[in-house]
């Protein structure tokens, strides 16, 4: 995936979906942010940010968040939306071994019992193959480390604020799993310097029970890292390299 950015500092986030930047001439305004979670170590004032440019004259905010470029000079896609994108591709682009050898794949297939949309169905097309059909549920994770001063060893976490809709895609993933279906939790690592992921039990214990109940129905867990690649205003992103994942 290829996006063209542009560079900011950023000043505040805030009500969630806003934030506040000085573009690189020194301007203030105010740009959008598709992500609901916490962004724990991903939005500290100071930071630089990297930002696409809407071209629909409707939006009240053109600009949306992309990219953040921390001191400590990790890269972190905060954009919550491009986590399903890259899955797509990477599946289409055969870089998930794992999930090799769909012939159809479809976004957003209603399923489970409690009103709910799978991220992404694959699937074979013909009644008499051998191979199941996969529930692919997807999450971004961008949370390193417990707090913001233990982030040296990689360890990722997810979620990084209570999930009650995520409680749900356990329990309809799971359900789904104990009928005999194949069903996949995947952790898309939006963050260059996470090398590992569990459950963050110390956040959302339920998420993590839920968890562990959906490995044991037979819920495949898997991670993938992205590889960031910033050429002047250009970035280029990439699942690339699995990485362990546990309910711990």
């Known amino acids: 995936m290829k996006i063209n950015l542009k560079k900011a500092t950023l000043i505040k986030r805030y009500k969630r979906f806003l934030a506040d930047i000085t573009l690189e001439d020194g301007t203030e305004t105010t740009l959008h942010v598709a992500n609901t979670g916490a962004m724990t170590g991903c939005a500290e004032p100071g930071d630089t940010i990297w930002y696409s440019t809407s071209t629909n004259p409707k939006r009240k905010y053109p600009f949306s968040w992309e990219l953040t470029q921390t001191k400590d000079n990790h890269f972190i896609c905060v954009n919550t939306m491009r986590a399903n994108q890259l899955v797509e591709e990477a599946i289409k682009g055969e870089l998930i071994g794992e999930l090799v050898g769909y012939k159809n794949l479809k976004r957003e297939v209603k399923y489970g019992n409690e ?14 193959s051998t191979k199941k059909n996969a529930y692919v549920e997807v999450k971004s994770v961008t949370l390193l480390g417990e707090t913001i001063n233990q982030q040296t060893d990689g360890q990722g976490f997810f979620p990084d604020t209570v999930t ?25 690592i939006l963050h260059s310097g996470i090398n590992k992921v569990s459950a963050a039990s110390h956040i959302d214990e339920k998420y993590s029970e839920l968890l562990k109940a959906a490995q044991m129905a037979g819920v495949e867990v898997i991670a993938y890292k992205a590889h960031f690649q910033l050429k002047e205003n250009q970035l280029e992103i990439q699942l690339t390299k699995r990485i362990p994942a546990n309910s711990k």
């Open 115 to 128: 009103n709910s949309k799978v991220d992404i169905y694959l699937s074979q097309g013909t009644s008499n």
């Open 164 to 188: 009650i809709r995520g409680q749900k895609h356990l329990r309809e993933l799971t359900t789904l799993s104990q009928q005999g279906s194949r069903t996949v939790l995947f952790f898309a």
